[in-house]
């Protein structure tokens, strides 16, 4: 059974970069199509944040392009977020999830997901 | 970029009842729109693939039709644990994107 699992802190200060680790169980992440990171600000909708294939190759959305970054980490088996200049509106829970067993785009699994709140 | 829309935003039903969510996409993804549901406190999770193919161990009840930019969520003879938060993902190109979200409400 695949098992993801976020980490990071829960509180980041405005103007700072945001740095989460999505960790893989069950799974060899260079053996899954894609990787992917969305997030959730309280009360509201899923946004895709970005996602990364096994080869390396990165899409991003667009209206957070200039400040976020994907990479994957095959020796520790996981893959990571960071998302700079962060403000109140970047707080939201963040999920990581996968898809690994078809060359598609949605996502199957996710992880529990991690409250960030962005505040001084 | 495609943006998804769904309708109605909230719906209240009974135990029992039959639940019909819609998404549409700004611009013809085929069958590339999955959905999935997600509880309070919980990570979303796929109930419905390419439009129409259930998710291992997703009931029955749950069906989804459509092609093109019109696609169809429907819930037969409701359950308590179904009462959820429903969301479209267009799985067509990059940017993906997510629909509004329908939240399915006790009656």
């Known amino acids: 059974q695949v098992d993801l699992q976020e980490s990071g802190p829960g509180l980041v200060k405005p103007s700072e970069t945001l740095s989460l680790t999505c960790v893989v169980s069950?799974?060899?992440?260079?053996?899954?199509?894609?990787w992917g990171w969305m997030r959730q600000p309280p009360g509201k909708g899923l946004e895709w944040i970005g996602s990364i294939f096994h080869s390396g190759t990165t899409y991003y959305n667009p209206s957070l392009k200039s400040r976020v970054s994907i990479s994957l980490d095959t020796s520790k088996n996981q893959f990571s977020l960071k998302l700079s200049s962060v403000t109140a509106a970047d707080t939201a829970v963040y999920y990581c999830?996968?898809?690994?067993?078809?060359?598609?785009?949605?996502?199957?699994?996710w992880g529990q997901g991690i409250l960030v709140t962005v505040s001084s | 970029d495609i943006q998804m829309t769904q309708s109605p935003s909230s719906v209240s039903a009974s135990v029992g009842d039959r639940v019909t969510i819609t998404c549409r996409a700004t611009q013809g993804i085929t069958s590339w729109l999955a959905w999935y549901q997600q509880r309070p406190g919980k990570a979303p999770k796929l109930l419905i693939k390419a439009a129409l193919s259930l998710q291992s161990g997703v009931p029955s009840r749950f069906s989804g039709s459509g092609s093109g930019t019109d696609f169809t969520l429907t819930i037969s003879n409701l359950q308590p644990e179904d009462f959820a938060t429903y969301y479209c993902?267009?799985?067509?190109?990059?940017?993906?994107?997510f629909g509004g979200g329908t939240k399915v409400e006790i009656k």
């Open positions: 993902q267009q799985a067509n190109s990059f940017p993906l994107t």
């Open positions: 999830a996968g898809q690994t067993s078809a060359a598609v785009y949605w996502f199957d699994p």
């Open positions: 069950g799974y060899s992440i260079s053996s899954a199509y894609y």
